[in-house]
């Protein structure tokens, strides 16, 4: 990553469902605020059973009926690198937090912190897993994090730029 740039990395456990439509939704959001040009945005997952796959297509859909298109993206598993490419590494529940954080050495530059510290409701700490639920749990991955992203480029503009 160039210096230049405000790296944010978004962390689930498959990088299939929750982790690509966070930079789906941070990427559109990014946009709209004009921001696109200082930010790299990427997603990755702790597990290795999906790399180099599509998202879930259920992911796809929900986010296309919100018009966000994320059919182009494919998983990769995090890197040690990562804590140093990215000034942000997001996870998106407790476990993938705990996961990054058994990678985590005291020279890495960035370490990992939940995406939902982002969000206005301090009472809902995680993104729950949709991938073993119905077409709800895909619309509210969406909510909490439409909700978290425009936290996150607040804290971007206030740190950062
Ligand atoms: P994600 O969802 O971590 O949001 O991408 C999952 C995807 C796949 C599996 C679990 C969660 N899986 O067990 O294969």
Wanted: hydrophobic content about 40%; glycine content about 6%.
């Amino acid at each position: 990553m160039s210096d230049t740039k405000v790296g944010v990395l978004f962390v689930c456990l498959g990088n299939i469902c929750r982790s690509p439509t966070a930079e789906g939704v941070f990427r559109e959001r990014a946009s709209r605020a004009g921001m696109t040009s200082v930010l790299e945005i990427d997603s990755c997952g702790t597990g290795d059973w999906h790399i180099g796959k599509s998202p879930d297509p259920r992911a796809i859909a929900a986010a296309q009926r919100r018009n966000i298109n994320i059919a182009q993206l494919r998983a990769r598993q995090v890197v040690p690198e990562d804590f140093d490419r990215f000034h942000y590494v997001l996870a998106m529940d407790l476990q993938n937090l705990t996961d990054l954080r058994r990678m985590w050495l005291p020279e890495h530059r960035t370490e990992p912190r939940l995406f939902l510290d982002y969000a206005p409701n301090k009472a809902v700490r995680e993104v729950p897993d949709p991938y073993f639920g119905g077409r709800e749990g895909f619309e509210n991955v969406l909510d909490l994090i439409e909700a978290a992203s425009d936290g996150l480029l607040n804290a971007i503009r206030r740190e950062h730029l």
